[in-house]
């Protein structure tokens, strides 16, 4: 039995609100102005002490995430605690390179300059993120934020509360808390955080407050990047051979309902198949179901609930369309008191039905039929760009096509969720799935400003640098 339980409440130690938000910000700018957050010693310092709390508190991060989400701690250090040390690690070992300044190449009209890329911090930047990897979300772009030099106000979120209570109070106790805060507070809070002066927002959630967070932004230019979802598809081709088929299945059902209860950002949101290999589909995936969760899989550990009332209810709208519930082949049973909702899948649910015009967001699959697999391209195209799109296929024609005639974040050929993990990779999303990208280097990046800076010799000019031009005249 390896569900935690038994973690109460942090008390609210962090953020004093009674100094006044603006005070805390401001004392955090002055710490960046007085370039307390620039030396590679102070980062390094930074991201050490980020990872002693990685380690010294794996076993109340694994606790809180079961609390708040019913996650599995295995779930929760392959997606949370230990891409997270990895990340550090990464950052800590690249911290030097990254920081360096790079050569430019300049045009001869340049005679015996030099000239360099010069990064430097952006400044005071503001972390918003959300509660269905409260860990990663928050803690992966504070490494780039904290290796790249800026001083940082991160808010976790309020919906995840255990998650956000030891971030904020336990956190600090590893930080310089004249550089970094972690600030507690919902909605209210977010905008008030909004009304101060950045030099950057990054924002994890909802497409609806990513809209509000650049027009806000938008009033003092202030950068944003903004991590979005939207419905991620997954195509799955009629592979030939009934292994190929079984490790298909695997893997959209574990990304479906294994991570996070289908409460991420990257799970898959429906499947496309064709038409006549759709029945072979439900069976194959109910029986990856059952080797998952067994019989009853209310009473397995290893698939998380939904966060609370709101998003459960949520989700029960979302079937309680008849049109939509009649296109239930599996699951679809729910226990309000212990947020609970069966992996179900569906068949061909109404296209302008809200379970395929919203963001799922949760262990509902429906899975759409086309006549032909190619079909989904022009389906994927007629919808806002998604974060990701997957794609099970052994067809090289329409795997090129599949990368040349969409457009996504990122698209992962037969499997899912595994391009959150690689630090080589960009992730982030592309018009309504998000703007900008993160992870490894490029988490550096979004924080850094990478400066233009040209030296030249007071030697020599060419001729033609300087007026006046009257002994050269051109026959016109
Ligand atoms: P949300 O937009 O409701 O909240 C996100 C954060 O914004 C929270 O910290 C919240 O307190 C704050 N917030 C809410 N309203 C605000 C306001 N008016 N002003 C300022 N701040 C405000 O989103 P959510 O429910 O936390 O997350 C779900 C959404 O996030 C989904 O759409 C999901 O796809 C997306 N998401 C994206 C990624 C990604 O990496 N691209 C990761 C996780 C979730």
């Not at 051979?241 to 079984?246: C, H, N, V």
């Not at 212990?338 to 061909?348: C, F, G, N, Q």
Request: aromatic fraction near 10%; include cysteine.
């Amino acid at each position: 039995n390896l569900r935690l339980t038994g973690m109460g409440r942090y008390s609210n130690v962090g953020i004093k609100m009674e100094k006044g938000l603006g005070r805390e910000i401001a004392e955090t700018r002055e710490c960046y102005r007085n370039g307390s957050t620039k030396p590679i010693s102070w980062r390094r310092s930074q991201l050490q002490a980020l990872r002693s709390f990685l380690v010294d508190y794996e076993v109340q991060i694994f606790r809180a995430l079961n609390l708040d989400l019913g996650k599995h701690y295995v779930e929760a250090f392959r997606d949370e605690d230990g891409i997270l040390k990895k990340s550090v690690n990464l950052a800590l070992q690249e911290l030097k390179r990254w920081s360096a300044s790079t050569k430019a190449k300049l045009p001869a009209i340049a005679l015996l300059s030099y000239a360099e890329l010069v990064p430097e911090p952006l400044g005071l930047v503001l972390v918003i993120s959300s509660w269905n990897f409260p860990f990663g979300l928050s803690l992966e772009p504070l490494i780039g934020a904290i290796a790249a030099g800026n001083a940082v106000v991160l808010k976790p979120s309020e919906l995840a509360p255990t998650c956000s209570s030891l971030l904020v109070n336990a956190l600090p106790k590893y930080l310089d808390n004249q550089a970094i805060k972690v600030i507690d507070g919902g909605p209210a809070v977010g905008q008030q955080l909004l009304q101060q002066k950045w030099d950057k927002i990054f924002f994890t959630g909802s497409a609806n407050v990513g809209r509000m967070v650049m027009s806000e932004a938008a009033k003092s230019l202030t950068p944003v990047t903004l991590e979005l979802g939207g419905k991620c598809p997954a195509v799955l081709d009629s592979l030939s051979w009934s292994w190929d088929k079984e490790v298909a299945m695997k893997r959209i059902a574990g990304t479906k309902y294994g991570s996070c209860a289908g409460q991420a950002c990257i799970s898959i949101d429906y499947v496309l198949v064709e038409k006549s290999f759709s029945s072979a589909v439900v069976e194959l995936m109910k029986a990856a179901i059952k080797t998952m969760y067994g019989d009853n899989p209310k009473e397995s550990h290893s698939i998380a609930r939904i966060i609370n009332k709101h998003h459960f209810l949520r989700l029960k709208n979302l079937l309680a369309d008849q049109k939509v519930k009649d296109c239930i082949v599996h699951g679809g049973s729910m226990d309000e008191d212990s947020l609970y909702i069966e992996p179900t899948i569906l068949v061909d649910p109404p296209l302008e039905s809200a379970i395929m015009t919203e963001e799922i967001f949760g262990p509902l699959l429906p899975i759409i039929t086309l006549d032909k697999i190619e079909d989904s391209i022009d389906f994927i195209n007629s919808r806002p760009k998604p974060l990701a799109i997957y794609a099970f296929t052994k067809n090289e024609v329409l795997r090129k096509r599949m990368v040349s005639e969409t457009s996504s974040g990122s698209v992962v050929f037969n499997d899912a969720i595994i391009q959150f993990a690689a630090d080589s990779l960009p992730f982030g999303g592309i018009g309504e799935s998000g703007i900008g990208k993160y992870h490894g280097k490029f988490s550096f990046d979004t924080f850094t400003h990478y400066k233009a800076v040209v030296r030249r010799s007071f030697f020599t000019d060419f001729w033609y640098r300087f007026p006046p031009w009257n002994n050269h005249k051109l026959e016109l």
